[in-house]
Nanobody, 122 residues
Framework: VQLQASGGGLVQAGGSLRLSCTAS????????MGWFRQAPGKEREFLAA????????YYEDSVKGRFTISRDNAKRTVWLQMNTLKPEDTAVYYC????????????????WGQGTQVTVSS
């Protein structure tokens, strides 16, 4: 499993970013996918997940209504559209492959990759 997250950067509060995650090394269309983030000194936290066919989505409460997860199986890519960004959204963002169980549990994912840095200035 190889996952490459990209699209991070520096943005002002209230701005938007679209993160991409391109997958290889496994049958992408068979697996649910998730987005996570980890801020300095904090644990990695769940943000959003999408089922293998895009039919269902799950969001952590703090990003619901601001972040949108989507995927294109033909492109082997999952995206995270982030709007109305806040300084507290500053973190390294990761994508991962769901392995089963509860979608909100970080331990139920694998293949994290290097992540992409998002910095939101006030």
């Amino acid at each position: 499993v190889q996952l490459q997250a990209s699209g991070g950067g520096l943005v002002q509060a209230g701005g938007s970013l679209r993160l991409s995650c391109t997958a290889s090394g496994y049958r992408f269309s068979n697996y649910d996918m998730g987005w996570f983030r980890q801020a300095p000194g904090k644990e990695r936290e769940f943000l959003a997940a999408i089922t293998y066919n895009g039919g269902s989505r799950y969001y952590e409460d703090s990003v619901k209504g601001r972040f949108t997860i989507s995927r294109d199986n033909a492109k082997r890519t999952v995206w995270l559209q982030m709007n109305t960004l806040k300084p507290e959204d500053t973190a390294v963002y990761y994508c991962a492959v769901f392995t089963g169980g509860r979608h909100y549990a970080t331990g139920n994912y694998r293949g994290w990759g290097q992540g992409t840095q998002v910095t939101v200035s006030s």
